[in-house]
């Protein structure tokens, strides 16, 4: 079982940026791409970002390129998003997985517990 921990959620500004992590089990970034996933009130959850350590590819959302940028640590087994110039259409619920990559939900099978980012004045 992998485990998928978050972190680093909060309150933004607008324009503002933040940085996720999601600590993941030791070695998972060597068999997993690591996505990101978002979920906000009264909407699906939908793919944000994902990156494959293995081979350095990553993908991101029409929504999210050239504000969020996705890196991972193999050595720390941990994925940083680095989010900039935030929305409030950003303001979500942020979950990690581990699973095949892209971004579609139905292609992670471990998901991690979500972090709460709120983009607000």
């Known amino acids: 079982q992998v485990q998928l921990v978050e972190s680093g959620g909060g309150l933004v500004q607008p324009a503002g940026s933040l940085r996720l992590s999601c600590a993941a089990s030791e070695f998972a970034l060597d068999y997993y791409a690591i996505g990101w996933f978002r979920q906000a009130p009264g909407q699906g959850r939908e793919g944000v970002s994902c990156i494959s350590t293995s081979d350095g590819s990553t993908y991101y959302a029409e929504s999210v390129k050239g504000r969020f940028t996705i890196s991972g640590d193999n050595a720390k087994n941990t994925v940083y998003p680095q989010m900039d110039s935030l929305k409030p259409d950003d303001t979500a619920v942020y979950y990690c997985?581990?699973?095949?990559?892209?971004?579609?939900?139905?292609?992670?099978?471990?998901w991690g517990q979500g972090t709460q980012v709120t983009v607000s004045s």
């Open positions: 997985a581990a699973g095949m990559g892209g971004l579609r939900r139905a292609d992670y099978e471990h």
